[in-house]
Every structure is written in structure tokens, then in C-alpha cells.
């Protein structure tokens, strides 16, 4: 498993758990959805995967790829052109590789290729516009992880949806959560005192709008802007392996009766 200190790929060796948990349905089910909920974690955290390319030949009068550390600031007085590198199947159908880190690209062949660090979402986008190719491939090979446009359209609809606060509705009904794991709410209580020097309390219920049960966070904070918040606390939820559906609501006093005060 790939194991990186870089802030925008913390989020890849638990992608490639949740892929080789992929490995044991036989067909789609919670481990293939629990690998989309990661890539939308991921995504919200400005989370980077490594897109193979061809180093272009003009890059080798100003520097040896083999030899650029990792930070070092190079400039060169011309425009580079770097080209993607794509797979293809056996059927013929291309896709564009994307790796989760150096090692993965190793056991791909590509090792001592180039590579650039980008924003998922936004290589996506990318792929979206790109004619004749079929969609994303994460770790190509014995244990990758197909991803057509028809999902990648899904994702980045999901990861605008999740940007926007959501609203509970009139209609909505709290209800004691249930499936707590031992010891949860103690981790969220000393997570929050570490992480959030702005929230002020937050509340613990379970909730049941219309058809949908989820958990929920009440969160008061002393900020406008509550959304980087639930960002966060939904990091945390994904890092925990937490499966259940979670709700994050803003609130300026207790919410409702029977909502537990975890902090504050």
C-alpha cells in the first residue's frame, strides 16, 4: 500500500484499500461504492493523483527528469509540451491512467516515467472533454479500478451537491442514532478540541428525512463560512471508515430534544 506524508495524496493508500476490497465482490456493491465515497472525500480535499506523461524533448536542455527533487522550483525560457500518456484494452477502448503513488506506477511498468501531481476533480473535467476516450483508469493493471465518463459526470455533480450546505426539512424526524461504534463519540469529542478552534459545540442524533436515515452532526461555530467545517468533519468520517450516511447542519442553540452534546 502506498504510504505518502504529501497533504494532497493523504487520501490515496486508503483509495487503494477500498479498490482491492473490490476484489473480493463479484459484482457491484458497498466496496465499490465505498471507493466513490473516498474519490469525493479525496476531492474535497484538493486530493492529487500522478498522471503519467511523455516528457517533452525541449525539457532536456534545461533539466535531467531523472534528477528534479521533489519541490525544487525549475524555470525555462520556452513553453513545454507535455504529453498524456493512454491505455488501451484489448477491445481497443482508451482510457487515461492515473496513478495513487511512484509504486503503483512501478508495478505498472511505467517505472522512471514522468509524472505530474494534479487535482482529481479537475483532471475530471478534463477527461470529460477528451474525444475517443472512454474514461479513467486508477492503478492500471491486475487490480485497477475502471472509471467511465457516465461516473465521473456523477462524482463531479456529487461534489458540487456536497459544497452546498445541506438543509433539513420541515418535515424531518430525529431518532436515536443507531450502530455507534464503542468509543466513536469519545474520538469525534478530542478530534473537535484538536481541530476546530472555531466550533463551539456540536450535537450527536440520528435523523430520518423523508425516507433517508443518516447520523447527524449539529455543529454551532463561531464563523460564516460553516462549510469547510462539514468538509472536515466529513474527512474524518471517511478517514474512520464510517459507512453510515452523515448530515452536518449549522445551528445556533440546542437543535432538538434528544440531541446528545458531544462538545462544548
Not at 505530474?116 to 485497477?144: A, H, T, W
Not at 433539513?168 to 450502530?179: G, M, R, T
Request: charged letters at 30%.
Amino acid at each position: 500500500m502506498c504510504k505518502n506524508d504529501d497533504v494532497f495524496m493523504q487520501f490515496n493508500p486508503l483509495i487503494e484499500e477500498r479498490i482491492e476490497a473490490c476484489y473480493e465482490e463479484e459484482e457491484f456493491g458497498e466496496a465499490h461504492l465505498s471507493v466513490l465515497q473516498t474519490l469525493l472525500a479525496a476531492m474535497e480535499q484538493e486530493g492529487h493523483m500522478l498522471i503519467p506523461v511523455e516528457t517533452p524533448d525541449n525539457a532536456m536542455k534545461y533539466f535531467d527528469p531523472d534528477k528534479i527533487e521533489e519541490g525544487q522550483e525549475i524555470t525555462v525560457p520556452e513553453e513545454l509540451h507535455w504529453t498524456l500518456i493512454n491505455v488501451t484494452n484489448d477491445k481497443g477502448e482508451v482510457s487515461m491512467p492515473v496513478f495513487t503513488g511512484p509504486e503503483k506506477m512501478t508495478e505498472a511498468g511505467l517505472d522512471g516515467c514522468s509524472s505530474i501531481s494534479f487535482f482529481l476533480d479537475e483532471y475530471m473535467r478534463q477527461v470529460l472533454e477528451m474525444e475517443g476516450v472512454e474514461g479513467i483508469v486508477i492503478n492500471p493493471g491486475e487490480r485497477g479500478f475502471f472509471l467511465s465518463k457516465h461516473v465521473i459526470d456523477m462524482l463531479l455533480k456529487a461534489y458540487q451537491e456536497q459544497k452546498t450546505n445541506h438543509t433539513v426539512s420541515k418535515d424531518a424526524v430525529f431518532i436515536k442514532p443507531e450502530n455507534v461504534p464503542d468509543g466513536f463519540l469519545d474520538m469525534m469529542s478530542e478530534f473537535i478540541a484538536n481541530n476546530f478552534d472555531e466550533v463551539e459545540k456540536v450535537w450527536f442524533t440520528g435523523i430520518r428525512d423523508g425516507e433517508d436515515e443518516s447520523w447527524c452532526f449539529a455543529i454551532k461555530a463561531g464563523t460564516e463560512d460553516i462549510q469547510p467545517i462539514f468538509d472536515r468533519f466529513h474527512t474524518m468520517m471517511v478517514l474512520s471508515k464510517i459507512d453510515m450516511v452523515v448530515d452536518y447542519v449549522a445551528v445556533e442553540e440546542t437543535p432538538w430534544e434528544g440531541a446528545e452534546l458531544i462538545y462544548g
